[in-house]
């Protein structure tokens, strides 16, 4: 079973810095990519920014030379460096993990974390 657990969320004034970090475990036998969604209310799920087996990554605009992602192989996290923050970055943040594992090394699937709340606010 492959587990993804969140942290770093939190209240935050406009212009400053979070880093969200997302830990996967369990019997994971090969991943396509990790990275971060989020959805404020009453709007989709959109991508944030994945990082991709190979290093190359992918970033929503709205957020381009705001944040930054990372992953420590060795631990299977990821990290989401935000900064200089703006309110409409308020959302609930989820961890995303594309990834086969050993009881089933052919099917890739989706694992969500279970969300932590970003809010950029005076």
């Known amino acids: 079973q492959v587990q993804l657990l969140e942290s770093g969320g939190g209240l935050v004034q406009p212009g400053g810095s979070l880093r969200l970090s997302c830990e996967a475990s369990g019997s994971i036998f090969r991943i396509d990519h990790m990275g971060w969604y989020r959805q404020a209310p009453g709007k989709q799920r959109e991508l944030v920014a994945k990082?991709?087996?190979?290093?190359?990554?992918n970033y929503a605009d709205s957020v381009k030379g705001r944040f930054t992602i990372s992953k420590d192989n060795a631990q299977n996290t990821v990290y989401l460096q935000m900064n200089n923050l703006a309110p409409e970055d308020t959302a609930v943040y989820y961890c995303?993990?594309?990834?086969?594992?050993?009881?089933?090394?052919?099917?890739?699937?989706?694992?969500w974390g279970q969300g932590t709340q970003v809010t950029v606010s005076t």
């Open positions: 990082l991709i087996s190979g290093g190359s990554t």
């Open positions: 995303n993990l594309r990834a086969s594992s050993y009881s089933a090394p052919r099917d890739i699937l989706d694992y």
